[in-house]
Nanobody, 119 residues
Framework: QVQLVESGGGLVQAGGSLRLSCAAS????????MAWFRQAPGKEREFVAK????????DYADSVKGRFTISRDNAKNTVFLQMNSLKREDTAVYHC????????????WGQGTQVTVSS
């Protein structure tokens, strides 16, 4: 059973930084594509960033490019999201998700961690 647990959210002023973590259970973590999504109040969930298991290549939403960095530590079954130059519009609940082979979709989700950016 795959379990994902996020941490690291909180309240930060605009321009500040936060680092989110997502700890995963599972022996084949290094093969999973991991992603971060976010959902703001009254809005649909949106993709933020992903990192592939093989090679570790990354993709980002245009809204966070140059400010956010996704990374992973396969030895610790953990994926990170370093968020710099935070803006009020980054306020949302952030969820990590796992695409576990052989399926090509995000079957597993964490409970989310709240990020609030104040002006």
């Amino acid at each position: 059973q795959v379990q994902l647990v996020e941490s690291g959210g909180g309240l930060v002023q605009a321009g500040g930084s936060l680092r989110l973590s997502c700890a995963a259970s599972g022996v084949t973590f290094s093969r999973w594509t991991m992603a971060w999504f976010r959902q703001a109040p009254g809005k649909e969930r949106e993709f933020v960033a992903k990192i592939r298991g093989s090679g570790g290549s990354t993709d980002y939403a245009d809204s966070v490019k140059g400010r956010f960095t996704i990374s992973r530590d396969n030895a610790k079954n953990t994926v990170f999201l370093q968020m710099n130059s935070l803006k009020r519009e980054d306020t949302a609940v952030y969820h990590c998700a796992a695409d576990v082979p052989p399926t090509a979709k995000y079957d597993y989700w964490g409970q989310g961690t709240q990020v609030t950016v104040s002006s």
